[in-house]
């Protein structure tokens, strides 16, 4: 079993940054954010592997950047140019699939970090 630790969220204004962090108990090659805005489904926002190659939802992409840490375990999202739609609470997960991309089911979650833009 990976547990896994957000932090990082917070309220901005439009336009502003955030970067979210997430400390994992184990190794995963696959790790990603996903995000669930009230009333909404979650939907994946990015994910990245082994390889150090994100893969990024199309509403993201160009504004937001996957990192990770292998040595300490540890995955970033920064967040930069954010809209008002980009509010939502954001969830870290892990996996080992046999492909890694951020519409992957992963099978470890976090419990969120709430991002809010105004």
């Known amino acids: 079993h990976v547990q896994l630790v957000e932090s990082g969220g917070g309220s901005v204004q439009a336009g502003g940054s955030l970067r979210l962090s997430c400390a994992a108990s184990?190794?995963?090659?696959?790790m990603g954010w996903s995000r669930q805005a009230p009333g909404k489904e979650r939907e994946g926002v990015a994910a990245i592997g082994s390889d150090g190659r994100g893969s990024y939802a199309d509403s993201v992409k160009g504004r937001f950047t996957i990192s990770k840490d292998n040595a300490k375990n540890t995955l970033y999202l920064q967040m930069n140019g954010l809209k008002p739609e980009d509010t939502a609470m954001y969830y870290c997960?892990?996996?080992?699939?046999?492909?890694?991309?951020?519409?992957?089911?992963?099978?470890?979650w976090g419990q969120g970090t709430q991002v809010t833009v105004s």
């Open positions: 184990a190794y995963t090659y696959c």
């Open positions: 997960a892990a996996d080992n699939p046999f492909i890694c991309w951020f519409g992957h089911s992963f099978k470890y």
